[in-house]
């Protein structure tokens, strides 16, 4: 049981380490800090979006979502483990779930953010 446990909560599956020299690895590590960059234009464009409209507060809370998952791609860019899997998981549920109530709720006809 305690061996299970380890996998499905601190187990550290992967980590950069560039002098290894495998191909994997370092594009594993710059697709997450590319990836962390692009949550964090996500980011920007919706506080921006809430500096401009006003709509509502929880677009603050999406913003900060975006910002969160930016953080995680930044540290799964130097090691993956089971517990950032699981933050980022619930991390993308409650990015998901702030979207579809912020979008069907103040931009109904928006389609992109």
């Not at 994997?24 to 692009?38: D, L, P, R």
């Not at 980011?43 to 979502?65: D, N, P, Q, T």
Request: glycine share 2%; with cysteine.
């Amino acid at each position: 049981m305690s061996e299970t446990l380890e996998i499905v909560f601190v187990r550290t599956w992967w980590r950069y380490t560039p002098e290894d020299g495998q191909w994997f690895t370092v594009i594993y590590h710059w697709f997450n800090i590319s990836e962390g960059c692009a949550w964090i234009a996500c980011f920007w464009l919706v506080l921006r979006r809430f500096r401009i409209h006003r709509k509502s507060y929880s677009e603050v809370c999406y913003a900060i979502a975006f910002l969160t998952f930016a953080v995680t791609d930044f540290v799964e860019a130097w090691a993956q483990s089971s517990w950032l899997i699981w933050l980022k998981l619930v991390n993308l549920v409650v990015l998901f779930q702030l979207r579809r109530t912020i979008m069907s709720r103040y931009y109904p006809a928006a389609k992109l953010y």
